[in-house]
Nanobody
Framework: QVQLVESGGGLVQAGGSLRLSCAAS????????MDWFRQTPGKEREFVAA????????YYSDSVKGRFTISRDNAKNTVYLQMNSLKPEDTAVYYC?????????????WGQGTQVTVSS
């Protein structure tokens, strides 16, 4: 069993930065690939970024590549999403997920989400 709790969301101006954190509890945290997704009202949840067990490999959606960086610290059971050069279209609720298939399939656990709002 893994429980995920996101934090770090907020309101930021376009061009600004935020860092999201996802704290995980559970001894099997390091067994999963960890992903970030996002969702806006009326739209399906969208994949953002993924990271492998030891953080050796990462994968990004085209919409965030070059602006966002995913990382993880297994000693702290935490995954991060550094978001730079934010755009209004990045506004969404951001969720972290523990997935079983690389890079973004078969999600097993979800966090409750954290709101990110980017003003123009």
């Amino acid at each position: 069993q893994v429980q995920l709790v996101e934090s770090g969301g907020g309101l930021v101006q376009a061009g600004g930065s935020l860092r999201l954190s996802c704290a995980a509890s559970g001894r099997t945290f390091s067994s999963y690939y960890m992903d970030w997704f996002r969702q806006t009202p009326g739209k399906e949840r969208e994949f953002v970024a993924a990271i492998t067990w030891r953080g050796a490999s990462t994968y990004y959606s085209d919409s965030v590549k070059g602006r966002f960086t995913i990382s993880r610290d297994n000693a702290k059971n935490t995954v991060y999403l550094q978001m730079n050069s934010l755009k209004p279209e990045d506004t969404a609720v951001y969720y972290c997920a523990a997935v079983q298939r690389w890079p973004n399939s078969d999600p097993r656990y979800w966090g409750q989400g954290t709101q990110v709002t980017v003003s123009s």
